[in-house]
């Protein structure tokens, strides 16, 4: 068994693509419930030791700050506000933010071409990887893709190809650890990014949960879809199903809550990072919520939040706040764990859950600069060993 096959049976695999990317020769992704590598040939020994410092689904490593929020990371600044383009904001997923932040990259000659997840236009359920360089080439691109995505499947070869560009690169948390990853070892890759932008990440879900809304909302399996979104076009925005004269709709606290979030894969369910801790920006919804506190999804104008996590990320929410780009307000970073429970609940939980995961499976993954026993106090010890126990029975079942 390769070291390869190793991540993927012991459920470590993100799907990020990037060893496809690396090992062109001998590793293509192959599109499974999730995305999965297979390996036509055996790595050597230099290209294992290669792998092992890239895959972020063992070497999940977050980065040194002296602006250092233990359960939210490095933090130089929190916004929490949208795009000024009325269009990007309505389309967008969080008030047009990530949008927003690609384009003024590109007008200010910070990047040149923008590598992103996009829909794909032959078939709208799946997704592929997106070069983008004008406000057409983003617009096209709006809106979260809750489906498997392997946005570095071809980082090596779009940076051969487009030699003398800036790279602008927007994904998961995951694809973004692994992007960071290969830039430490990779001179080249690390020349040709200008920008990591990312977003706030509660798993990946599977093309049976993606199936099971379309089913949801009535498709009809003889026609051709011609649109589908997950959300975005409003805030939170409605599923979007079309198919020739007839649209479909669904709530997205049911898409999500009901349909979609129970797929996620079993990597996502003990992940480190799901807020783009290695990122220079980051972008997440901060949800209006109730006299309880309870978040609500009814329908109103997008808005998002605006984490700025390198010198880099700060000087560019600086810049678009000033040129009046985007509008935002300064937000208190410690309410953010009674609107975002999951990803605090799972930051605070982290090291109870890879301790599981290690003992259960025999694993062990990076976690370089998570901070794993300084977020345990967060919860208190019950808390901490039902998720203990809870994590290990999963585990030790395959279901994480």
Same mark, same amino acid.
């Given at each position: 068994?390769?070291?390869?096959?190793?991540?993927?049976? *012991?459920?470590?695999?993100?799907?990020?693509? @990037?060893?496809?990317?690396?090992?062109?020769?001998?590793?293509?992704?192959?599109?499974?419930?999730?995305?999965?590598?297979?390996?036509? =040939?055996?790595?050597?020994?230099?290209?294992?030791?290669?792998?092992?410092?890239?895959?972020?689904?063992?070497?999940?490593?977050?980065?040194?700050?002296?602006?250092?929020?233990? /359960? %939210?990371?490095?933090?130089?600044?929190?916004?929490?506000?949208?795009?000024?383009?009325?269009?990007?904001?309505?389309?967008?997923?969080?008030?047009?933010?990530?949008?927003?932040?690609?384009?003024?990259?590109?007008?200010?000659?910070?990047?040149?071409?923008?590598?992103?997840?996009?829909?794909? #236009?032959?078939?709208?359920? =799946?997704?592929?990887? *997106?070069?983008?360089?004008?406000?057409?080439?983003? &617009? +096209?691109?709006?809106?979260?893709?809750?489906?498997?995505?392997?946005?570095?499947?071809?980082?090596?070869?779009?940076?051969?190809?487009?030699?003398?560009? *800036?790279?602008?690169?927007?994904?998961?948390?995951?694809?973004?650890?692994?992007?960071?990853?290969?830039?430490?070892?990779?001179?080249?890759?690390?020349?040709?990014?200008?920008?990591? /932008?990312?977003?706030?990440?509660? !798993?990946?879900?599977?093309?049976? !949960?993606?199936?099971?809304? +379309?089913?949801?909302?009535?498709?009809? =399996?003889?026609?051709?879809?011609?649109? $589908?979104?997950?959300?975005?076009?409003? %805030?939170?925005?409605?599923?979007?199903?079309?198919?020739?004269?007839?649209?479909?709709?669904?709530?997205?606290?049911?898409?999500?809550?009901?349909?979609? #979030?129970?797929? @996620?894969?079993?990597?996502?369910?003990?992940?480190?990072? !799901?807020?783009? =801790?290695?990122?220079?920006?980051?972008?997440?919804?901060?949800?209006?919520?109730?006299?309880?506190?309870?978040?609500?999804? +009814?329908?109103?104008?997008?808005?998002?939040? @605006?984490?700025?996590?390198?010198?880099?990320?700060?000087?560019?929410?600086?810049?678009?706040?000033?040129?009046? &780009?985007?509008?935002?307000?300064?937000?208190?970073?410690?309410?953010?764990?009674?609107?975002?429970?999951?990803?605090?609940?799972? *930051?605070?939980?982290?090291?109870?859950?890879?301790?599981?995961?290690?003992?259960?499976?025999?694993? $062990?993954?990076?976690?370089?600069?998570?901070?794993?026993?300084?977020?345990?106090?967060?919860?208190?010890?019950?808390?901490?060993?039902?998720?203990?126990?809870?994590? $290990? /029975?999963?585990?030790?079942? #395959?279901?994480?």
């Amino acid at each position: 068994m390769t070291d390869v096959n190793k991540v993927i049976d *012991k459920n470590l695999c993100t799907g990020c693509g @990037i060893c496809a990317s690396v090992f062109d020769k001998k590793i293509e992704i192959l599109k499974q419930d999730y995305n999965r590598p297979h390996c036509k =040939e055996r790595l050597n020994n230099d290209e294992l030791a290669k792998f092992k410092k890239i895959c972020p689904g063992i070497n999940q490593k977050s980065v040194k700050s002296s602006n250092l929020h233990p /359960i %939210w990371g490095p933090i130089l600044s929190s916004h929490i506000g949208y795009s000024n383009d009325d269009e990007i904001r309505f389309l967008g997923s969080s008030g047009g933010i990530v949008t927003r932040s690609l384009l003024y990259a590109l007008e200010s000659k910070l990047a040149t071409l923008v590598v992103q997840i996009s829909a794909d #236009g032959c078939n709208p359920l =799946e997704n592929t990887v *997106k070069i983008s360089r004008t406000r057409a080439d983003l &617009i +096209t691109a709006t809106g979260s893709r809750y489906s498997p995505a392997s946005p570095l499947e071809s980082i090596i070869q779009i940076i051969d190809d487009n030699p003398n560009d *800036k790279i602008a690169f927007v994904g998961k948390p995951c694809d973004c650890t692994a992007l960071r990853n290969l830039m430490e070892i990779d001179r080249r890759v690390k020349d040709s990014v200008s920008l990591v /932008i990312s977003f706030f990440c509660a !798993g990946t879900p599977s093309r049976n !949960g993606v199936m099971q809304v +379309t089913k949801a909302l009535g498709i009809d =399996e003889s026609k051709n879809v011609d649109q $589908f979104y997950f959300r975005g076009r409003g %805030w939170p925005g409605k599923t979007t199903l079309r198919q020739e004269e007839s649209v479909s709709y669904m709530e997205y606290s049911k898409s999500w809550g009901e349909l979609l #979030g129970p797929t @996620i894969q079993n990597r996502c369910k003990f992940c480190a990072d !799901g807020t783009g =801790e290695v990122a220079d920006i980051v972008s997440a919804d901060v949800w209006h919520s109730d006299d309880r506190g309870y978040p609500l999804f +009814t329908e109103s104008d997008g808005q998002g939040l @605006i984490l700025a996590r390198s010198n880099l990320g700060n000087q560019l929410v600086k810049d678009m706040l000033s040129s009046g &780009i985007i509008s935002a307000t300064q937000y208190n970073i410690d309410d953010l764990a009674k609107i975002q429970v999951t990803q605090f609940e799972r *930051k605070s939980t982290l090291l109870v859950r890879a301790v599981a995961k290690s003992l259960a499976s025999f694993t $062990f993954i990076r976690l370089k600069n998570q901070r794993a026993l300084l977020t345990f106090r967060y919860l208190p010890l019950n808390k901490q060993l039902r998720v203990f126990v809870g994590s $290990f /029975i999963r585990a030790v079942k #395959g279901r994480m």
